[in-house]
Every structure is written in structure tokens, then in C-alpha cells.
């Protein structure tokens, strides 16, 4: 019943954060031209941008953050390492790899073009330290696939890095997107990635019952009927859709899936069946908050998003694993 009133008052706490997402920015406008640019657009230019950036902006960072949150939820329980993020196996790295080829090599310049490179990186890295980490005699064990995502990572980061520097000018719009901001982007980027972001929504929650199961060991998981090599199949698809998506529409945003479900479980504890719709919830309210703070902290000008996030996550983390245990999965 508790989990149950929490999770109602979080649905409120990202309504009111999304409200106040699309109130506030770096342009002041008041909250009756708000509300009637929202409503009944008239043409103007607080209307244009109500309606064309900050209702696109966020839900997009409503989208994205599911992304962000629920991979990192799910990678965590694949690999029963609770401090594991979406970044440990290499997908943001992955994705930023297929975007220095798409810019360097096809001349993909823009957003749109270069979209769908980020998310076939994303998927291609994970099929590969997946195969990396199953290679070996044995069932795939967590620590050989965070082995692999480690290994795999650190060449795609070295190679990026290269690549850019050798050729700064080509990769200019790289470097914007590497940090990762929900500006700019329009409507049309969120219709290209929601599919794969609903698919992998759906996917990841239909998985609780199992990475329950798995939680308790692999062969026990296997006794108890959870499959384990098939829910790590289909986990590892999953994050593919969520984290690839979301990190093809803007960018690798860090510790938004590395706090959320680690705080989730100080709350709901390890029960997927909760943590999952918890941290659904809740990832896209840090997001979107830390989205709301950037617009306002310099103004005129802003942060992006994944700066804020990354200050705000960094000291959080840290006070929760000094003042308790780390929660086990």
C-alpha cells in the first residue's frame, strides 16, 4: 500500500515538474501566455516557442528520460552490480562511435542525419560484448560482460578521441552533442525514436518477474523458471532500444540511470516489479528538473542538461553510498 501512495505521489511530482518545464525558460513569459500559447496559439512568438520548444523539449526529455532510467535499472540487474550505469557496457560509446563515422565519413551533419547512426552503434556495441562476454566455456556471468562493456568502451572512447582531434572541424556538431541537451531538437526527432523507446518500455517491464528470479543466482533462477539466458537476451535488447534511443536523440546523459534506480531502491528495495515502475517514473522528473535548473541558472544563456545532470549527480551518489550500504540486487 506504501509503494503504491509513493508511486502516486511521484506521478504527481513529474506532472508538476513537466508543467513547469514548459513555464519556465530563458525567455520570461508570463503564465497566462503560457497557458494560452499552449491552448489556443495564436501565432506569436511566445506562442511559437511554447508550443514549437518547450512542449517538443519536454517530451522529449519525458521520452528520453525512460530511456535513461529503466536502463539503467535493467543493466544493473543483469549484472547484479548496483552501481552499474548505461555507460558500462559501451552503448553511449557505441552510439558516439556511429556518429564520428556518420559525420567523418557519410557527411552527416545534422541531427537527422546522423541519428540513426548513433542508435545502430548503440546496437551494434551491444551485440558485440554481449558475444565478448559469452565467448568463454560457461554461462555468461556478469562479470565477464562488464569486462567485455569495459574493454569495448575504452577502445570506442580512444578511437573518438582520436578522430576528433585529427579533424576538429568536421566534428563541431559532435562536440555539441556529446554533451547532451534537450535543446534544439524538434518534434520530429521524438516520432523517430518513441518506437523503439515504447518497445523497449514494454520489454524491460515485462522482464520484472524474472530479474527477480535471477537476482537469487542463475541456476536457482533457472529452477525457478525465469530462463536466465533468454531474460539476458532479452534485457540486453531492451537497454539496446532504451539507452540507444534516447542517447541517438540527445546525446549521452550520465547518472540519471545510475542515481534513479539506485535511489529507488532505498525506497521500494530490490523487487524489480516496483523498482522498475518507480524508477519509470522518477528518471524523467531528474531529467526534466535538471533540464529546468540549466535554463535558469545562466540566464540568458543555458546549461545542457547532461552538465547539470552530472553535478547534481555526482554529489548525490556520493552522499548515499557514505551514509548506507550500497542496496543489493
Known amino acids: 500500500m506504501l509503494r503504491a501512495a509513493g508511486l502516486t505521489a511521484a506521478v504527481a511530482l513529474l506532472l508538476f515538474v513537466a508543467a513547469l518545464s514548459i513555464a519556465v525558460g530563458t525567455k520570461s513569459i508570463p ?4 497557458l494560452s500559447g499552449l491552448f489556443a496559439p495564436d501565432g506569436s512568438e511566445d506562442a511559437v516557442i511554447v508550443q514549437d520548444y518547450r512542449l517538443t523539449r519536454t517530451l522529449l526529455g519525458l521520452a528520453v528520460g525512460v530511456g535513461f532510467g529503466l536502463s539503467g535499472a535493467l543493466m544493473q540487474a543483469l549484472t547484479r552490480n548496483p552501481l552499474a550505469d548505461p555507460g558500462l557496457l559501451g552503448i553511449t560509446s557505441g552510439a558516439s562511435a556511429a556518429v564520428v563515422l556518420g559525420i567523418g565519413v557519410f557527411g552527416a551533419g545534422t541531427l537527422a542525419g546522423y541519428v540513426w547512426f548513433a542508435f545502430a552503434g548503440a546496437a551494434a556495441t551491444s551485440v558485440a560484448v554481449y558475444l565478448l ?11 565477464r560482460l562488464v569486462l567485455a562493456g569495459t574493454a569495448v568502451n575504452a577502445s570506442l572512447i580512444a578511437g573518438i578521441s582520436a578522430l576528433t ?6 566534428f563541431k556538431e559532435l562536440r ?42 542463475d541456476d536457482l533462477g533457472n529452477a525457478l523458471g525465469a530462463r536466465v539466458v533468454r531474460t539476458r537476451v532479452l534485457g540486453a535488447v531492451a537497454v539496446t532500444l532504451l539507452c540507444g534511443a534516447a542517447t541517438a536523440a540527445v546525446g549521452p546523459i550520465g547518472f540519471v540511470g545510475l542515481v534513479v534506480p539506485h535511489a529507488v531502491r532505498l525506497v521500494c528495495g530490490p523487487d524489480q516489479r516496483w523498482a522498475l515502475p518507480y524508477c519509470l517514473v522518477l528518471s524523467p522528473t531528474l531529467l526534466l528538473s535538471a533540464d529546468v535548473l540549466g535554463r535558469i541558472l545562466v540566464r540568458p544563456d543555458e546549461l545542457a542538461v547532461g552538465i547539470v545532470t552530472a553535478a547534481i549527480g ?12 550500497v542496496p543489493q540486487l
Do not use: C, E, Y
Not at 133 to 143: D, K, Q, R, W
Not at 165 to 170: A, E, I, K, T, V
Not at 314 to 325: C, D
Open 314 to 325: 555526482a554529489p548525490v551518489l556520493i552522499v548515499l553510498v557514505r551514509r548506507r550500504k
Open 176 to 217: 555539441t552533442w556529446s554533451v547532451g541537451s534537450l535543446a534544439g531538437r524538434d518534434h520530429g526527432v521524438l516520432l523517430q525514436v518513441l518506437p523503439f523507446l515504447a518497445a523497449g518500455t514494454v520489454l524491460a517491464l515485462a522482464l520484472a518477474g524474472p530479474l527477480n528470479a535471477m537476482a537469487l543466482g
Open 31 to 34: 503564465l497566462s501566455t503560457v
Open 133 to 143: 562476454g559469452t565467448a568463454a566455456p560457461g554461462p555468461a556471468s556478469p562479470v
Open 165 to 170: 582531434f585529427l579533424d576538429r572541424d568536421s
